[in-house]
């Protein structure tokens, strides 16, 4: 009788701590935003129809993302990049380029949802040949011009903000951007590397190829602009820049080693003191440019906690051939879902679907504590 007694006490514990979890209340959330990039295609190889070769973009992904992503009613998206297939000085080409994917955004815009840009390398960068005879991708200053001129409402609009969100922001200032002579910048970088605050959350965006110095990050700048939002009171940082700071390789390529570096890592030393200063600040470092969805703690193996989420999966062709990975999930177009909540845990759901247009699943779903 003990014993039966004993397993029913036990029983009605448990049964008591699973009603109090069903009871708790939900933890507020203090802001929500998805961000994704990538959505250009590839002409060279993927055939597309006479609509999307006008405009070289992925029209039908774009479209579901957009429409899946007001049904959850974000306050923000931040694009990361490469929204344009861009790679010329032909203005009227870029505009037409640029108009387009701001019509296909525009709804999320007049339903409550701010889009935020930011700068990839089709955007900035030309193809021209070096000296060798060998193409290369080279940001140049008409291409940074053609950004602010087609982007620049977007950078920043405080009210709009304020209206769209229903939260201020605060800290915006056009000028607080990397300067000329500091982190290899040679060009006016206002409105390509910017930042601002929503309460205490920070957020900054940061041009991964700016003129001359392409394949790098505003370190300086980045660590002078966290100290001051700290010394403000924020307490949870994210970062949004187009090319990753580490390259994804699935576990069958390592053994392959057929996989190259080609983000922020072709420049190792600066990659590093970069993700000092992610790692000091513990922020969240949002990219694109590889078009796949992986999320990582590059330095989990040391101690380190801070996140790297590459979600470059907005429409462009899949950066994994096919057969190199055994993860499914690298062949879906994906984006990321994510909620501050009121005890600074940010919430991460990644949702997808494969190129099939299959239903969209839940790939990946995780909490980041504070």
Do not use: C
């Not at 006490?9 to 933890?27: G, N």
């Not at 600066?270 to 949002?286: G, H, K, P, S």
């Not at 992986?294 to 950066?319: L, T």
């Amino acid at each position: 009788m003990k014993k039966v007694a004993h397993y029913l006490s036990f029983i009605s514990l448990l049964l008591i701590a699973l009603l109090a979890q069903a009871q708790a209340p939900e933890k507020a959330v203090l802001f929500h935003f998805t961000t994704v990039g990538d959505s250009r295609e590839e002409p060279a190889l993927v055939k597309l129809s006479d609509q999307d070769m006008l405009w070289i973009q992925n029209t039908k992904v774009l479209a579901r993302m957009i429409r899946e992503m007001q049904a959850d009613k974000p306050q923000a998206l931040f694009f990361n990049g490469d929204m344009i297939y861009g790679y010329t000085q032909d203005r009227a080409v870029l505009d037409r380029h640029y108009a387009y994917w701001r019509g296909m955004v525009a709804n999320l815009m007049e339903t409550g949802t701010y889009v935020v840009p930011v700068p990839g390398n089709h955007e900035v960068q030309i193809k021209v040949k070096n000296a060798q005879g060998k193409e290369i991708k080279t940001a140049v200053v008409e291409s940074e011009n053609a950004w602010r001129a087609n982007m620049g409402d977007l950078i920043f609009n405080q009210t709009r903000w304020q209206a769209m969100t229903k939260l201020p922001s605060s800290a915006w200032n056009i000028d607080n951007a990397p300067q000329i002579g500091v982190d290899g910048i040679t060009t006016d970088q206002r409105q390509l590397s910017y930042s601002f605050d929503v309460g205490k959350i920070h957020f900054a965006i940061i041009n991964t190829d700016p003129v001359g110095f392409d394949d790098s990050a505003p370190v300086k700048w980045l660590e002078a602009d966290f100290a001051a939002a700290k010394a403000r009171g924020a307490n949870r940082f994210f970062v949004f820049g187009h090319k990753m700071a580490f390259t994804y390789v699935p576990e069958k390529q390592k053994k392959l080693n057929t996989v190259r570096a080609d983000g922020l890592d072709l420049r190792p030393e600066l990659r590093d003191a970069f993700w000092n200063v992610i790692e000091t600040y513990q922020a969240i470092f949002f990219t694109g440019h590889q078009h796949v969805f992986h999320a990582e703690q590059p330095r989990k193996d040391s101690g380190g906690k801070a996140w790297q989420i590459i979600v470059g999966s907005g429409g462009s062709n899949f950066s994994i051939k096919k057969g190199a990975s055994d993860n499914a999930y690298d062949y879906y177009f994906s984006w990321a879902d994510v909620s501050v909540l009121a005890d600074n845990t940010v919430r991460i759901k990644v949702l997808g679907f494969d190129e099939n247009f299959g239903p969209t699943r839940v790939i990946d779903t995780w909490d980041i504590q504070p």
